[in-house]
């Protein structure tokens, strides 16, 4: 997984004090590590925003002013109801042999039989998934194989093929969570519910 560097400044945890950040264009932030006390920081909100909506996910290192560097990774976020702006991040520190949980995106691969030749539609169930392992060996993101999805077809996460990181990595959730479906064309779809209609 690529490390992004995210320059950050510490800051003081007080009322009102989260707000005059925003009007100035920084969001405020905590780090934490399990057993250590939480620091409060704040970071640029425009370089924050690239990487919330990359389509890969990072781990980030986090650099100070006075040169101290930390490894991490984005564990929570909070936006804005309104605008959907960032507007508070947890980063989460690790060790090197650490096993921790992160969000993944998934990237959909593949020419599907089912939207080819059936005309029907893509529906991804889940544009993220939770992987748990060491940060060195959770990947940018999980791909996910639709070549061999027909119309009406859906892949589980127990159907998910890791590859080398099989033994690695495991993904967070019930084994017949939908991941990706290949769904009928409306017209089709209402055909075959008219159908059942009748026949009852």
């Given at each position: 997984?690529?490390?992004?560097v995210l320059s950050?400044?510490?800051?003081?945890?007080?009322?009102?004090?989260?707000?005059?950040?925003?009007?100035?264009?920084?969001?405020?932030?905590?780090?934490?590590?399990?057993?250590?006390?939480?620091?409060?920081?704040?970071?640029?909100?425009?370089?924050?925003?690239?990487?919330?909506?990359?389509?890969?996910?990072?781990?980030?290192?986090?650099?100070?002013?006075?040169?101290?560097?930390?490894?991490?990774?984005?564990?929570?976020?909070?936006?804005?109801?309104?605008?959907?702006?960032?507007?508070?991040?947890?980063?989460?520190?690790?060790?090197?042999?650490?096993?921790?949980?992160?969000?993944?995106?998934?990237?959909?691969?593949?020419?599907?039989?089912?939207?080819?030749?059936?005309g029907g539609k893509?529906?991804?169930?889940?544009?993220?998934?939770?992987?748990?392992?060491?940060?060195?060996?959770?990947?940018?993101?999980?791909?996910?194989?639709?070549?061999?999805?027909?119309?009406?077809?859906?892949?589980?996460?127990?159907?998910?093929?890791?590859?080398?990181?099989?033994?690695?990595?495991?993904?967070?959730?019930?084994?017949?969570?939908?991941?990706?479906?290949?769904?009928?064309?409306?017209?089709?779809?209402?055909?075959?519910?008219?159908?059942?209609?009748?026949?009852?």
């Amino acid at each position: 997984m690529e490390t992004r560097v995210l320059s950050v400044n510490p800051r003081e945890a007080k009322k009102k004090e989260a707000a005059k950040l925003r009007r100035i264009g920084q969001v405020p932030a905590v780090v934490y590590h399990k057993g250590e006390e939480t620091i409060s920081i704040s970071v640029e909100e425009k370089v924050l925003e690239k990487l919330v909506h990359s389509s890969e996910s990072h781990l980030i290192d986090l650099q100070y002013p006075d040169g101290k560097s930390m490894l991490s990774f984005i564990k929570d976020l909070q936006f804005d109801p309104v605008t959907d702006k960032v507007i508070h991040a947890d980063f989460q520190l690790f060790s090197a042999e650490e096993v921790v949980e992160m969000e993944v995106p998934v990237h959909v691969e593949g020419e599907c039989p089912g939207v080819k030749f059936g005309g029907g539609k893509i529906q991804i169930a889940a544009h993220t998934l939770t992987v748990k392992g060491k940060p060195q060996d959770i990947p940018e993101h999980i791909s996910v194989d639709i070549s061999n999805l027909g119309l009406g077809q859906t892949l589980h996460i127990s159907e998910l093929v890791l590859g080398s990181l099989q033994d690695k990595i495991k993904v967070i959730g019930e084994e017949d969570a939908p991941v990706v479906s290949i769904i009928a064309p409306r017209k089709e779809a209402e055909g075959a519910t008219e159908e059942a209609s009748t026949e009852a």
